[in-house]
């Protein structure tokens, strides 16, 4: 557990007055809260992306494999050689270390295909039936792949339990582990250990469970009222408490039994109310794309920023893939800081999530 035993050993730093929140300028830390897509195989100093990081201390990105909004193409993965070499770019170009993100799952969810050069490992439905030893070999398999290549995070492994197994998003692609929430719990950790084993970070998603869902929150309002259960909260209640979780993904799901009015992402009652206060979890929380048709469809980029923020995100994606906008990463940082200036959103806030982020990123160096 190299990545936990370093954490560990970096952490009293943080406790010093220089790296915490007041040594950072208010935009440098809004930069660290946003995680975004780009076009492109590689990238050069005159790059937006490259402007982005070097500019608005942009905190993390996310590859992709296929350009979603031209519906045809690949975006940012040709060859091994080739993302190895996009990263180390887009890395040495951060004065904070960067979040490297890829969704690698396994199964139908792995942006890293054979037909690229890597190897591929099968859906987490099929892992859990094929036993522990499964799950832990894939999760080394796939921490070893992505950090030979550069990746730090994967937006991995999925803890939705598999109540609903026709369900569009999770169950009818083989995501979930398992119909037993403590079997979820029991492979989630598993694979978790496989990755941390290779310098990888984890990201448990999507709080505070999609599983029962019958919609794709991808094409708009998910309702998870009338399907959804305290069961679903299992793997994360086990996970928080023993330790192992370094970032939890939200859902964009809609529970009147948890918020009568806003989607998980943009819930406070869930965010802060469930999720820290009531599962204790001190960490990192990123929201799902806020490009997905359950929240830009419903709300209007600054309204949704500002719902996001004060639920208690620390940061906010953007995968810029569903649509596409060079310039997202630079609009979504100017909506943060005039909701900061304008005293809708106090800059205390924006420290407390910049300093989740920079424990989170302690072992990366």
Aim: glycine share 10%; net charge neutral; with cysteine.
């Amino acid at each position: 557990m190299r990545i936990r035993l370093a954490a560990l050993l970096l952490l009293p730093l943080f406790l010093l007055p220089c790296p915490g929140a007041r040594a950072a300028d208010l935009d440098t830390m809004i930069g660290q809260m946003i995680l975004a897509g780009f076009r492109g195989f590689s990238v050069d100093e005159n790059s937006t992306i490259m402007r982005d990081i070097r500019e608005r201390h942009l905190g993390g990105i996310i590859l992709f494999d296929y350009d979603m909004s031209l519906g045809s193409g690949r975006r940012n993965i040709r060859t091994k050689d080739q993302v190895r070499k996009l990263i180390a770019d887009l890395k040495a170009n951060a004065d904070i270390p960067l979040l490297v993100a890829v969704d690698q799952e396994g199964g139908k969810v792995q942006r890293l295909k054979k037909t690229y050069g890597f190897k591929e490992t099968p859906s987490a439905a099929a892992l859990c039936a094929s036993g522990d030893a499964a799950v832990r070999a894939a999760g080394a398999t796939v921490g070893t792949i992505l950090s030979s290549v550069g990746f730090n995070l994967d937006f991995a492994p999925v803890a939705d339990v598999n109540v609903n197994p026709g369900s569009p998003a999770i169950g009818r692609l083989g995501r979930s582990f398992s119909s037993d929430p403590g079997r979820v719990a029991r492979c989630d950790a598993l694979f978790m250990d496989g990755l941390h084993g290779a310098g990888v970070l984890s990201c448990l998603k999507h709080f505070p469970g999609h599983g029962s869902a019958g919609t794709d929150s991808h094409k708009g309002l998910t309702d998870v009222t009338d399907a959804w259960s305290e069961a679903e909260l299992i793997p994360y209640r086990e996970l928080i408490a023993g330790g192992k979780v370094d970032m939890i993904m939200t859902a964009h799901i809609f529970n009147a039994h948890l918020d009568p009015e806003y989607p998980a992402t943009l819930s406070r009652k869930v965010i802060t109310g469930l999720l820290r206060g009531r599962l204790g979890y001190r960490g990192v929380v990123v929201t799902d794309d806020m490009d997905m048709g359950a929240i830009a469809d419903e709300y209007g980029r600054r309204e949704a920023v500002r719902r996001a923020v004060e639920a208690g995100a620390d940061i906010l994606l953007f995968g810029n893939n569903l649509a596409y906008d060079e310039h997202i990463v630079e609009k979504v940082h100017a909506v943060i800081r005039s909701l900061v200036d304008d005293g809708t959103i106090p800059e205390a806030r924006i420290e407390q999530s910049y300093e989740r982020i920079m424990r989170l990123k302690a072992p990366l160096g």
